[in-house]
């Protein structure tokens, strides 16, 4: 009996074991779909990873173009006020040049114009001179007079 009851053992274990075999391939199953799942889940992210990865390049590259346009029209806009900068500066040597003549032309104007009244008035000088010592003659002359006019009265008017 003991040989029978070991079979009947072994018979229990080998169904054990057969029944631990179906758990596992069930397992298996289950853990095969869950791989499956999770790589496709995985699959999935790293589709969305590439495709976040392309926008970024495309909009790093559409980014990269719109900060080269910029800096091309600053370049222009630079160039355009450097070329209006040197344009209102040779505007200003010019007309700076033409200050310059002009007040130099004032300048012998002004020179002339003092040289002729300094002229005016060393004429004016000599005039008033002239009429100063015409003045004086005058005044001399009818002192002399007037002193004469005295010496007749007082010595020859008597006779």
């Given at each position: 009996?003991?040989?029978?009851?070991?079979?009947?053992?072994?018979?229990?274990?080998?169904?054990?074991?057969?029944?631990?075999?179906?758990?596992?391939?069930?397992?298996?199953?289950?853990?095969?779909?869950?791989?499956?799942?999770?790589?496709?889940?995985?699959?999935?992210?790293?589709?969305?990873?590439?495709?976040?990865?392309?926008?970024?390049?495309?909009?790093?590259?559409?980014?990269?173009?719109?900060?080269?346009?910029?800096?091309?029209?600053?370049?222009?806009?630079?160039?355009?006020?450097?070329v209006q900068i040197q344009?209102?500066?040779?505007?200003?040597?010019?007309?700076?040049?033409?200050?310059?003549?002009?007040?130099?032309?004032?300048?012998?104007?002004?020179?002339?114009?003092?040289?002729?009244?300094?002229?005016?008035?060393?004429?004016?000088?000599?005039?008033?001179?002239?009429?100063?010592?015409?003045?004086?003659?005058?005044?001399?002359?009818?002192?002399?007079?007037?002193?004469?006019?005295?010496?007749?009265?007082?010595?020859?008017?008597?006779?």
């Amino acid at each position: 009996m003991s040989e029978a009851a070991t079979q009947s053992e072994i018979g229990l274990v080998l169904a054990e074991i057969r029944s631990m075999r179906s758990d596992l391939q069930a397992m298996d199953k289950k853990l095969d779909l869950h791989i499956a799942t999770t790589a496709e889940k995985f699959n999935a992210v790293q589709a969305e990873i590439r495709a976040v990865r392309s926008e970024i390049k495309a909009l790093d590259e559409k980014v990269t173009v719109q900060i080269q346009s910029v800096q091309n029209e600053i370049k222009a806009l630079d160039e355009k006020v450097t070329v209006q900068i040197q344009s209102v500066q040779s505007e200003i040597k010019a007309l700076d040049e033409k200050v310059t003549v002009q007040t130099k032309a004032l300048e012998d104007k002004v020179t002339v114009q003092i040289q002729a009244l300094d002229e005016k008035i060393s004429d004016l000088s000599d005039r008033q001179r002239v009429v100063d010592s015409r003045l004086w003659g005058f005044i001399v002359a009818l002192v002399g007079a007037i002193v004469a006019y005295l010496v007749k009265l007082s010595f020859f008017d008597k006779l």
